[in-house]
């Protein structure tokens, strides 16, 4: 009965390798998110999608690639990977405008 | 994109005590949230605060909107060892829509 789930909750691969992770949310909400959580725990949003539109676009490296084939789903395809990609990334949902609800995040380590 | 700033960066009290701590930013927001991030977890909501002024608790927390809507504050009373974790804020600016901008975190630890 997980709100926000992601996997992989970890999620260790080398440089240069292509990887996703997936989020589903089961609360009905129209918006999902992914953050970006570096070392020092600041929370960076990089995509936000409204029934499957991308509204939110940071300033985020052309190689993360989000997509959402419908409201309940969001996921995150990195390629390339490099080491400056290790960090937790974590998935949310709202209604929009509304607070958002949080995944636990998934733990990448680029070796 | 905005810079909300959070002090203190760490907190170390005993059980028991009052925490008090505040966020800042250069800007007027329209909306002021407060959350808190165990080890291991991802952030999960405490209080939403939508009006200057307002005054919101959530059991032994307490939010505040600050008047100038430049900045809010939360309390927390009579702390536990579960207070334990990551306190963030969040601040949405009048007219983004759907945009909430993270401050940099209070650590809270709670010596038994």
């Known amino acids: 009965d997980t709100a926000v789930s992601q996997t992989p909750k970890y999620l260790v691969t080398q440089m240069g390798n292509d990887k996703s992770i997936k989020c589903e949310q089961n609360l009905g909400h129209d918006t999902m998110y992914w953050y970006k959580q570096d070392s020092k725990k600041f929370l960076k949003i990089m995509f936000s999608y409204n029934n499957k539109e991308l509204i939110i676009n940071e300033t985020v490296p052309n190689r993360f690639s989000p997509k959402s084939p419908d409201k309940a789903h969001l996921n995150l395809h990195i390629n390339s990977l490099e080491l400056g990609d290790s960090a937790v990334y974590f998935c949310?949902?709202?209604?929009?405008?509304?607070?958002?609800?949080f995944g636990d995040g998934t733990r990448l380590s680029i070796l | 994109g905005q810079q909300l700033n959070q002090s203190p960066q760490s907190m170390f009290i005993q059980e028991g005590e009052d925490v008090s701590m505040n966020c800042t930013s250069s800007s007027i927001f329209n909306t002021w949230l407060w959350y808190k991030q165990d080890p291991g977890e991802g952030p999960v909501l405490l209080i939403a605060?939508?009006?200057?002024?307002e005054l919101t608790s959530n059991g032994r927390l307490t939010a505040q909107f600050g008047i100038t809507r430049k900045d809010s504050f939360l309390n927390i009373s009579a702390s536990i060892p579960s207070d334990v974790g990551i306190y963030f804020c969040a601040g949405q600016l009048p007219n983004t829509g759907n945009q909430f901008y993270f401050g940099t975190g209070t650590s809270l630890t709670v010596i038994p």
């Open positions: 605060l939508y009006k200057a002024g």
């Open positions: 949310a949902s709202s209604y929009y405008g509304e607070p958002q609800h």
